[in-house]
């Protein structure tokens, strides 16, 4: 169950970055876009707490 969830994490950050490029490069919503990509890094580190081995 949670390599899904984890899963749908990557690939909702991969959308919102590649959306956050959207805006910033053809609408000039920069606003918009930054927080989009923004919240793609939150996403990808999220997931890489959660998958890194416990020392």
Do not use: D
Not at 5 to 16: D, E, K, R, Y
């Amino acid at each position: 169950m949670s390599g899904t969830i984890l899963s749908l994490l990557m690939l909702a950050g991969i959308a919102l970055g590649i959306g956050g490029v959207y805006l910033i490069a053809k609408k000039r919503e920069y606003k918009q876009g930054w927080l989009m990509i923004t919240a793609a890094v939150v996403m990808f580190f999220n997931v890489l707490v959660w998958t890194a081995p416990i020392g």
